[in-house]
């Protein structure tokens, strides 16, 4: 049985990322950390050296070290280490364009912060030996709550006790992680300014590539922005039991779909060295993943990157 | 100077073994696993040495009921011990009946040589022959050596005298032993020193002040020069400080403190009605106007209570105050900690602070060695938060990060899901 640590950022995924995949995977254990600050609520450079001291890579660092602290040595040693661990993110609509920007600047700030921490040569290589072969990186793109619209379960749980207005992303014709969704109610409302936006109003720009607030317009009854959908509690409710081969399950589609999903699920196959209950392998094919992030790169900083 | 503490089953924390480093340090732990118990240690042995025993475990504990550790087994009693430099004092309380059993065994040693020891229930005590029996009263040894040099130094000055001090330290027992007086008085001197280092221990619990009490009523005039647990007598405190020239120094540490964690406060006067002794706040943005201190806002209060704890404490002795973070903004609690350790230096003190403060935590980023942990499952606490990180792995974080996220002081591993 192995121990798999999840890193993530999100309060949904904190409490029901580790439950979720316990499903798929019922022989090993999975458990969260704390959620840790998140990188990419702000577009990413493509340029980690030159706006590595910017505020607003802080998290960045901090989500590195974070990595490079569950395999570095000087830690506790009262306490189990994990066999694997699993970083998670969500691309958000700022980086959505570039993925890759996230992905790269992950992979520089773990190989920086590798080369500033002071270990000696045998403690160093070791390091970088169990990152490579024991800790992931894996996007929810644009984020988590894309996938609810791809298991009628999730979506169910998410809107309970029910939509108050139809749905009209159709997850059967469409990828749910390029989520462009058609109802003209929905866009048509006017946007609120941020600053006289109360928090989780879903009146926001560009919302119908947003996820959440399409969410939150379906379980909004007055349309006021106040929606009944709580991440920590409906979006838990529907990530705990969502049907993941069901979400990346490409059935009558001629392209695979949801491939940064499959890319985690086929990693953690790999890792875990069993398919998760409910997917074949021929489902979790390097081709019809996503190439950010997997199949492994050849010269690897992380498992995947 | 050596300074450590021990205990067994004493409240929710199984066993002490806790040396407290010089300067600032902190205690960091999980809600319920002993931190303030922990803090309240220096204050029991303080209150047994100058009272007794039993109106320790009265006013620290409230009675007998939940002094004791609840886990420990039926067949252990709890117990405290002090030592200080190579002077070694410990005491096994017996319960019996819901009461602290008078006589409790206890010992006393001097460079791990036992000089006094007293078995339970006895009223006599051996020295170190192991031969002569001596007549104890119902007081714990520090106490009766204390008493016992006082009379002898009373009737027989000149056994004691060197260069006409009336206070010892270690060295003056090193040389008291190279010279013709008898060891036994030596060793008398060694116990009534560690029972005189006891009395500067103070412990203050910021959830104990009483704020509101005092912006409401003021204070009553005293000659107070140290600050109450409540902080009542606070401004009488300050003015007396002010007044004096032996003490101005510590006034002038509070409001040169206050004034940089609070920019807008210029000076401090006061005012007394009769017996009730009250504040004003002189402001830098109305320099013609004097605001009652009932109109400040409770994180200056809280700062100012702080301030006066610290300065309160003795020369060489030890103030642990609880919750120190409480109503303050993290510039208050940084200005605070950073004039904390620099009275601290001036002053040879140990200020120990019991937190839950990110903000506070970080304060020790170039000093994790001075975080110390208490988590349930230890046998023995607190221990060092660099006994269970390498200070290396340490530096790459903010401790304030590593503790929001459970590395230490939580109640245990993660979940599992």
């Given at each position: 049985?192995?121990?798999?640590?999840?890193?993530?950022?999100?309060?949904?995924?904190?409490?029901?990322?580790?439950?979720?995949?316990?499903?798929?995977?019922?022989?090993?254990?999975?458990?969260?950390?704390?959620?840790?600050?998140?990188?990419?609520?702000?577009?990413?450079?493509?340029?980690?050296?030159?706006?590595?001291?910017?505020?607003?890579?802080?998290?960045?660092?901090?989500?590195?070290?974070?990595?490079?602290?569950?395999?570095?040595?000087?830690?506790?040693?009262?306490?189990?280490?994990?066999?694997?661990?699993?970083?998670?993110?969500?691309?958000?609509?700022?980086?959505?364009?570039?993925?890759?920007?996230?992905?790269?600047?992950?992979?520089?700030?773990?190989?920086?912060?590798?080369?500033?921490?002071?270990?000696?040569?045998?403690?160093?290589?070791?390091?970088?030996?169990?990152?490579?072969?024991?800790?992931?990186?894996?996007?929810?793109?644009?984020?988590?709550?894309?996938?609810?619209?791809?298991?009628?379960?999730?979506?169910?749980?998410?809107?309970?006790?029910?939509?108050?207005?139809?749905?009209?992303?159709?997850?059967?014709?469409?990828?749910?992680?390029?989520?462009?969704?058609?109802?003209?109610?929905?866009?048509?409302?006017?946007?609120?300014?941020?600053?006289?936006?109360?928090?989780?109003?879903?009146?926001?720009?560009?919302?119908?590539?947003?996820?959440?607030?399409?969410?939150?317009?379906?379980?909004?009854?007055?349309?006021?922005?106040?929606?009944?959908?709580?991440?920590?509690?409906?979006?838990?409710?529907?990530?705990?039991?969502?049907?993941?081969?069901?979400?990346?399950?490409?059935?009558?589609?001629?392209?695979?779909?949801?491939?940064?999903?499959?890319?985690?699920?086929?990693?953690?196959?790999?890792?875990?060295?069993?398919?998760?209950?409910?997917?074949?392998?021929?489902?979790?094919?390097?081709?019809?993943?996503?190439?950010?992030?997997?199949?492994?790169?050849?010269?690897?900083?992380?498992?995947?990157? | 100077?050596?300074?450590?503490?021990?205990?067994?089953?004493?409240?929710?924390?199984?066993?002490?073994?806790?040396?407290?480093?010089?300067?600032?340090?902190?205690?960091?732990?999980?809600?319920?696993?002993?931190?303030?118990?922990?803090?309240?240690?220096?204050?029991?042995?303080?209150?047994?040495?100058?009272?007794?025993?039993?109106?320790?475990?009265?006013?620290?504990?409230?009675?007998?009921?939940?002094?004791?550790?609840?886990?420990?087994?039926?067949?252990?009693?709890?117990?405290?011990?002090?030592?200080?430099?190579?002077?070694?004092?410990?005491?096994?309380?017996?319960?019996?009946?819901?009461?602290?059993?008078?006589?409790?065994?206890?010992?006393?040693?001097?460079?791990?040589?036992?000089?006094?020891?007293?078995?339970?229930?006895?009223?006599?005590?051996?020295?170190?022959?192991?031969?002569?029996?001596?007549?104890?009263?119902?007081?714990?040894?520090?106490?009766?050596?204390?008493?016992?040099?006082?009379?002898?130094?009373?009737?027989?000055?000149?056994?004691?005298?060197?260069?006409?001090?009336?206070?010892?330290?270690?060295?003056?027992?090193?040389?008291?032993?190279?010279?013709?007086?008898?060891?036994?008085?030596?060793?008398?001197?060694?116990?009534?020193?560690?029972?005189?280092?006891?009395?500067?221990?103070?412990?203050?619990?910021?959830?104990?002040?009483?704020?509101?009490?005092l912006?409401?009523?003021g204070s009553t005039h005293s000659s107070d020069t140290a600050l109450e647990?409540?902080g009542e007598n606070v401004f009488p405190l300050l003015r007396n400080w002010r007044d004096d020239s032996e003490t101005e120094h510590r006034f002038d540490f509070v409001i040169?403190?206050l004034?940089?964690?609070?920019?807008?406060?210029?000076r401090l006067d006061f005012e007394q009605a009769g017996d009730t002794v009250t504040m004003m706040i002189r402001?830098?943005?109305?320099?013609?106007?004097k605001?009652p201190i009932?109109?400040?806002?409770?994180?200056?209060i809280?700062?100012l209570l702080?301030l006066c704890?610290?300065a309160s404490?003795?020369?060489?002795?030890?103030?642990?105050?609880?919750?120190?973070?409480?109503?303050?903004?993290?510039?208050?609690?940084?200005?605070?900690?950073?004039?904390?350790?620099?009275?601290?230096?001036?002053?040879?003190?140990?200020?120990?602070?019991?937190?839950?403060?990110?903000?506070?935590?970080?304060?020790?980023?170039?000093?994790?060695?001075?975080?110390?942990?208490?988590?349930?499952?230890?046998?023995?606490?607190?221990?060092?938060?660099?006994?269970?990180?390498?200070?290396?792995?340490?530096?790459?974080?903010?401790?304030?990060?590593?503790?929001?996220?459970?590395?230490?002081?939580?109640?245990?591993?993660?979940?599992?899901?």
């Open positions: 049985m192995a121990r798999v640590v999840l890193l993530t950022t999100g309060a949904m995924e904190e409490k029901a990322f580790a439950g979720s995949l316990r499903r798929l995977f019922p022989d090993h254990e999975f458990i969260s950390k704390p959620r840790f600050d998140g990188f990419t609520s702000a577009r990413l450079p493509p340029d980690y050296e030159t706006y590595r001291e910017r505020r607003h890579l802080l998290n960045l660092e901090k989500f590195a070290k974070e990595i490079i602290g569950c395999f570095a040595p000087g830690g506790r040693t009262d306490r189990p280490r994990p066999d694997f661990v699993l970083a998670l993110e969500d691309v958000e609509l700022h980086n959505d364009g570039e993925p890759g920007n996230i992905t790269r600047a992950l992979r520089d700030a773990v190989t920086h912060n590798l080369g500033t921490w002071k270990m000696e040569g045998s403690k160093a290589d070791r390091t970088r030996e169990d990152l490579r072969t024991r800790c992931s990186f894996h996007l929810m793109a644009p984020m988590t709550e894309a996938y609810f619209f791809a298991d009628p379960g999730a979506f169910a749980r998410a809107t309970a006790p029910g939509p108050e207005r139809r749905c009209r992303l159709d997850a059967a014709t469409c990828d749910v992680e390029a989520f462009r969704v058609e109802d003209p109610e929905f866009q048509a409302t006017a946007s609120v300014p941020k600053q006289h936006r109360e928090r989780h109003d879903w009146r926001i720009d560009e919302r119908h590539r947003h996820p959440k607030s399409y969410l939150g317009y379906l379980t909004d009854t007055k349309l006021d922005g106040r929606a009944r959908y709580q991440e920590t509690v409906h979006g838990v409710s529907a990530l705990a039991e969502l049907d993941w081969p069901g979400v990346v399950r490409r059935g009558a589609r001629a392209t695979a779909v949801a491939r940064f999903a499959r890319s985690m699920l086929a990693d953690l196959s790999d890792m875990l060295e069993t398919p998760p209950v409910g997917l074949e392998d021929d489902e979790l094919q390097p081709a019809d993943c996503h190439p950010l992030t997997w199949p492994p790169p050849r010269d690897r900083v992380l498992r995947n990157l | 100077m050596h300074l450590a503490f021990r205990a067994q089953a004493f409240g929710p924390l199984n066993r002490v073994d806790w040396t407290v480093p010089p300067g600032v340090s902190a205690i960091v732990g999980p809600n319920r696993a002993g931190k303030s118990t922990l803090l309240a240690l220096p204050e029991f042995i303080r209150i047994s040495i100058d009272s007794s025993v039993n109106d320790a475990v009265k006013q620290l504990f409230g009675g007998t009921a939940y002094f004791r550790n609840l886990n420990a087994p039926a067949t252990s009693s709890p117990g405290v011990g002090l030592s200080v430099e190579t002077v070694a004092w410990d005491i096994d309380i017996t319960i019996a009946a819901g009461a602290i059993a008078p006589l409790c065994a206890e010992q006393l040693k001097r460079d791990d040589r036992v000089v006094f020891s007293r078995a339970f229930g006895s009223s006599e005590g051996k020295d170190d022959s192991d031969v002569k029996r001596i007549s104890l009263g119902p007081r714990v040894l520090p106490a009766i050596c204390s008493e016992t040099a006082q009379q002898i130094l009373e009737q027989k000055p000149e056994v004691f005298a060197r260069d006409n001090k009336k206070t010892f330290t270690l060295s003056d027992l090193e040389f008291l032993e190279k010279s013709q007086i008898p060891q036994l008085l030596v060793d008398i001197l060694a116990g009534s020193w560690l029972a005189s280092t006891s009395i500067h221990f103070a412990s203050y619990r910021t959830y104990n002040y009483r704020i509101q009490h912006l409401r009523y647990r409540s040169s403190t004034r940089e964690a609070f920019p807008h406060v210029k402001d830098r943005r109305w320099p013609d106007r605001i009932s109109r400040e806002s409770t994180g200056l809280t700062a702080q704890a610290v404490c003795k020369r060489g002795g030890m103030v642990t105050i609880d919750e120190l973070e409480t109503s303050l903004h993290p510039h208050a609690i940084r200005v605070l900690i950073a004039a904390f350790r620099r009275w601290a230096t001036e002053h040879d003190l140990r200020i120990v602070l019991a937190t839950q403060s990110e903000t506070v935590l970080d304060q020790f980023h170039d000093d994790p060695g001075q975080i110390y942990v208490i988590e349930p499952k230890q046998e023995t606490s607190p221990r060092s938060l660099t006994d269970m990180f390498d200070a290396e792995y340490l530096a790459q974080f903010s401790l304030g990060d590593l503790f929001s996220h459970l590395e230490f002081g939580s109640n245990g591993d993660l979940d599992v899901e």
